[in-house]
């Protein structure tokens, strides 16, 4: 039972114009989500989170929404670059702050110069 | 500073065989964490360490699976008579007390049991 899903392997963008990932899951009791970005032979980075009680979170050029009644977040990234070309993973925790995250399959970006 | 290093990078072993991966976390990071990662999947949790509390084992595949952290620092996941489904890159990461959403990650180690 997968709880949190991304359904696009794969996604190809032009440089400069707005990258948009998504993500849904299925407990409604996560408080907090997070998107993890990874190159090749190196371990995910942290990217950018949100709680459950917003609906945005915006830093630089990647912003993060929750949409709770869809159980859907997506990152947009606005303006595209080659160099954000890797894999993103969405990730969710539950409650207690114990850390224990949750991925989703991941999403490779593809952002063509 | 230094990020979280794991070794080896690389461990191909023969099916049956015990294996040991080893973790060194940030330093002051109070949390560590395994996951792995199979071909194709997304990455899969395995245990977690918060400072001197009982680690929270629910991730762990099987019996064959256990961890440990020595002196609230360096951890080993240790696989016992390893099977050809354990192949996968098992990652190690670590956070601070407090910020245990935001978690670094070290490179991996990639396993292969042939």
């Known amino acids: 039972d997968q709880q949190v899903k991304q359904n696009s392997p794969s996604l190809s963008v032009q440089e400069g114009r707005i990258s948009i990932l998504n993500c849904d899951y299925t407990n409604s009791m996560f408080d907090y989500f997070l998107w993890y970005k990874k190159y090749p032979a190196e371990g995910p980075t942290f990217l950018i989170s949100i709680s459950s009680i917003k609906d945005k979170n915006e830093d630089g050029r990647f912003t993060v929404f929750l949409n709770k009644s869809a159980k859907h977040l997506s990152l947009h990234i606005v303006p595209s670059q080659p160099g954000d070309s890797a894999v993103y993973f969405c990730?969710?925790?539950?409650?207690?702050?114990?850390?224990?995250?949750?991925f989703g399959q991941g999403t490779t970006l593809q952002v063509k110069p | 500073g230094a990020g979280v290093s794991q070794s080896p990078s690389n461990k191909v072993t023969e099916k049956g065989k015990d294996v040991e991966l080893r973790c060194d976390p940030i330093s002051g990071h109070t949390a560590l964490y395994w996951y792995r990662q199979s071909l194709g999947q997304g990455l899969e949790f395995l245990i977690y360490f918060q400072g001197n509390s009982a680690p929270d084992k629910s991730g762990l595949p099987s019996d064959r699976f256990s961890a440990e952290r020595t002196g609230g620092s360096v951890s080993t996941l240790t696989i016992q008579r390893t099977q050809q489904e354990d192949s996968a890159v098992y990652l190690c990461?670590?956070?601070?007390?407090?910020?245990?959403?935001?978690?670094?990650f070290g490179p991996g180690t990639r396993l292969t049991v042939t």
């Open positions: 990461a670590s956070s601070r007390q407090g910020k245990s959403y935001e978690q670094y």
């Open positions: 990730a969710a925790s539950g409650t207690s702050n114990t850390g224990k995250l949750i």
